[in-house]
């Protein structure tokens, strides 16, 4: 299956953001904006997921999440994008593989939150995500300590790099992986939808 991707050329370095983005908010964009300025990306890919593996709760229509993603999200240099269900995929892994055969020079990185590092060692084939494209992990409130802590992390430890090489991420032979201290956003797409307002978390 063959989808149909915004404009890419051969060495462009392109973020890949995943989730169900139910609903999207500030958080998915000061995540967004901080890794097109620190892993310098020319582009950021919101792969606006059919459904989380994970999750037992199905999210809210595709094309809903889809609108309200581009209303929030309106930077030139940001696409929001149903690539996923245009695929066909529902795991992270078999998404980055299908565009690595249909974008052939592109360097792609993942990205996610620190509180996604610490689960995923849990995702499927994990490692063989870490194996296709570099990882960048941008700090979120309440799982700094715990993603540096990650059982993942302990594993990837050797192929980490120091924030001051951030830049060269998306061109670094896999695995290679940073983590990006930011100024914290509190919002999480799960606060939202049960009406909860963030609590103050760890900052170190």
Do not use: Y
Not at 13 to 35: C, Y
Not at 85 to 93: D, E, F, I, P
Request: with cysteine.
């Amino acid at each position: 299956m063959i989808a149909k991707t915004p404009l890419v050329l051969p060495g462009m370095r392109i973020g890949l953001l995943g989730g169900s983005f139910d609903p999207a908010h500030d958080g998915h964009v000061h995540i967004t904006e901080n890794a097109l300025c620190r892993f310098g990306l020319d582009r950021v890919w919101w792969l606006v997921s059919p459904g989380n593996p994970l999750k037992t709760q199905g999210p809210a229509p595709i094309d809903a999440r889809i609108d309200m993603a581009r209303q929030l999200m309106r930077h030139p240099k940001v696409d929001i994008t149903d690539i996923e269900a245009q695929l066909g995929t529902r795991l992270t892994v078999d998404t980055i593989a299908a565009l690595q055969r249909q974008c052939p020079g592109v360097h792609f990185v993942w990205l996610m939150g620190s509180d996604n590092l610490v689960q995923f060692d849990r995702w499927d084939r994990w490692n063989e995500i870490a194996q296709r494209v570099p990882l960048g992990v941008l700090a979120r409130p309440g799982s700094r300590l715990a993603a540096r802590r990650s059982r993942t992390a302990r594993i990837l430890r050797r192929w980490r790099l120091p924030e001051t090489n951030a830049r060269l991420l998306p061109v670094m032979n896999t695995p290679a992986w940073v983590l990006a201290n930011l100024p914290m956003s509190h919002l999480s797409s799960t606060l939202i939808r049960l009406g909860r307002s963030p609590q103050t978390e760890e900052t170190g």
